[in-house]
């Protein structure tokens, strides 16, 4: 009898635990399925759908013309060829540059070491948005406007991931290299060989987030590029966006497809990137 | 003799670390240099100068003294400024802190499915701050028909202006944000749940804590460090706030959501003011950095 209502009542908790989290996901997850559906609707469905609950259901007159418009007539994918361009040129640089100097920092004895390190710590505080205006004049000093390298290269050196790459390797064993080098491993050898193959999981967390950084990064794009030949994605949402006539379909395809390469990233690193961003809170 | 080898091996030893340690710095000290450290210097320098972003024929470059922070602290869309992002900070960490570790204790179990909830809970850190921008813009239309007016008619409310009512543009450009990063700061603060040992809640469980207060007396203090991390974090992200002004209000209406850095892109970008903008670039990184001493000092936290 006791253990009858026991179970009745653990039961019931776990339903209710159940409901909890179920409603919580549909907080985090409606707006997205708001877009993804509001992008295979006619402007007229997304109107009259606006007020009621489906608008978050496929339901109505649905067509893919909002993407073939977004693609034929916004020029989709000139933009996004210019952010995959600025992100293959940045991404891969970020993660391995920074990982090199958090190396160096982190398992490496040489002089000038520990200001280096108060130096990164200091830098890793302040919002580089503040020093944008002045970015743009070096930019603008060395040519570097209106051009691929100009939107890739600066924000290379980011102080915040050397931070994390600089914990990382701290906490590496010493005994690894000390082995490595009476095996006669160079110091640049050991780097290559032995520890970037050992912090798969914080180079997923570096790629992911610088992903996710320059992939939506508005501020920097608005100053570098002149014209729409080098203007990445949030750059044309905003366009798109603040046009005189506002075709709400095509606003929100664009946005589906532009999330769509963000979603891939995320699914190829995401074990290794959630195990990593877990850990940083305790660590960082 | 065995001295001296030793030592001249040990110098040979210490020389290669030295080279190699250099060159492995030199690929992101150089951009840093360029990029980080030079525009900064030339926004302190600047500050006290009259220089344009483009400098207009015939006029020359003068040092005008604190001309420029007079301004600045006299000006009263830059004090508005200051406070929008101020309060809009306000606004955001809190709830984050509050609500993420909620979600994390919530979620800090073995129940089936728990794990996908997770990573529905972590997706919208994967939809751009643009999209995020305009998609919450749709759901705040100004209109009785919008979908928040609506879900406010459910509960025989009146309708709001969202984005065109000052009372009410940056509690909507908060939730934006809101919704785009707790589900990351929940992750973080669960790495830190998961290191928290289960003897512990045993422990309270027999001197009779019921869960409100083992939450509070073991789970609370035990996760301080992570929850330092976040904060400080969070704040100095809510901070540099410019995506959703950028994209949704220019700032406005009447003011109410210039921030800080829009207010900075605006004066040097816009309006050609390069030494007043870098007055503004200076005033915001003191204040930044007063935060962050004022937080580290205060929370201090514990190295382990």
């Known amino acids: 009898m006791k253990t009858a209502m026991s179970k009745r009542k653990k039961a019931l908790y776990l339903m209710l635990m159940y409901i909890v989290y179920i409603f919580v996901a549909f907080l985090f997850i409606a707006p997205i399925i708001y877009m993804v559906v509001s992008s295979m609707k006619t402007d007229a469905q997304i109107v009259s759908d606006m007020s009621t609950y489906k608008a978050f259901l496929p339901v109505g007159t649905l067509t893919l013309d909002n993407f073939l418009q977004v693609i034929s007539k916004v020029h989709f994918m000139k933009f996004f060829k210019n952010s995959v361009v600025v992100a293959i040129i940045n991404v891969p640089l970020v993660t391995i540059v920074n990982a090199m100097i958090g190396y160096a920092l982190g398992m490496l004895d040489f002089k000038g070491k520990n200001l280096l390190i108060s130096l990164i710590i200091a830098l890793s505080i302040i919002p580089t948005e503040a020093v944008i205006i002045n970015r743009f004049m070096v930019a603008n000093q060395l040519h570097m406007l209106n051009s691929y390298v100009g939107l890739a290269l600066p924000t290379m050196g980011y102080p915040m991931y050397i931070f994390l790459y600089y914990n990382h390797f701290k906490g590496m064993p010493k005994e690894l290299m000390e082995a490595a080098i009476v095996d006669g491993e160079s110091y640049g050898g050991i780097f290559w060989r032995i520890m970037l193959p050992l912090s798969k999981p914080i180079c997923a967390t570096v790629i992911i987030m610088s992903f996710i950084r320059t992939w939506g990064d508005l501020l920097w794009p608005t100053l570098v590029t002149r014209d729409e030949t080098y203007r990445t994605l949030p750059l044309a949402l905003r366009a798109l966006s603040s046009d005189v006539y506002i075709f709400w379909g095509q606003i929100f395809a664009f946005a589906t497809l532009m999330t769509i390469p963000v979603f891939i990233i995320f699914l190829l690193f995401q074990k290794q990137f959630i195990q990593s961003l877990t850990m940083s809170g305790i660590k960082g | ?304």
């Open chain 2, 1 to 304: 003799m065995k001295g001296k080898l030793k030592a001249g091996a040990r110098f040979r030893f210490i020389n290669a670390q030295t080279r190699t340690g250099w060159l492995f710095c030199a690929p992101a000290l150089v951009p840093i240099t360029m990029f980080i450290i030079l525009p900064f210097c030339m926004s302190i320098v600047y500050s006290f100068t009259n220089k344009m972003l483009v400098q207009k024929a015939g006029k020359v470059v003068e040092f005008v003294g604190l001309k420029n922070f007079i301004k600045l602290a006299t000006s009263e869309i830059a004090q508005q400024a200051f406070l929008n992002t101020a309060i809009y900070a306000l606004l955001v960490v809190p709830i984050i802190i509050i609500l993420g570790t909620l979600l994390a204790v919530l979620v800090n179990n073995s129940m089936k499915g728990v794990k996908i909830l997770r990573t529905i809970y972590f997706s919208p850190q994967i939809v751009t701050m643009t999209v995020v921008a305009v998609v919450w813009s749709f759901i705040f239309s100004p209109g009785p028909d919008g979908l928040m007016n609506s879900a406010l008619k459910l509960f025989g409310l009146q309708p709001q202006g969202w984005l065109q009512d000052p009372k009410w543009a940056m509690f909507c450009i908060a939730i934006m944000y809101i919704w785009q990063s707790l589900g990351m700061q929940m992750l973080i603060i669960l790495g830190g749940l998961q290191f928290i040992s289960e003897d512990l809640y045993e422990a309270g469980r027999m001197d009779g804590c019921n869960a409100v207060q083992r939450f509070l007396y073991i789970t609370v203090p035990m996760l301080k460090n992570t929850l330092v991390y976040v904060l400080i974090s969070t704040t100095i992200n809510t901070l540099k706030l410019f995506t959703q002004v950028y994209v949704l209000t220019n700032g406005g209406p009447k003011g109410a959501t210039t921030s800080v850095i829009y207010l900075l892109y605006k004066s040097g970008f816009i309006n050609n003011q390069l030494g007043y903008s870098s007055a503004i670039a200076v005033a915001f990184f003191l204040v930044v950095l007063m935060i962050s001493l004022f937080q580290n000092k205060v929370l201090g936290r514990d190295n382990g």
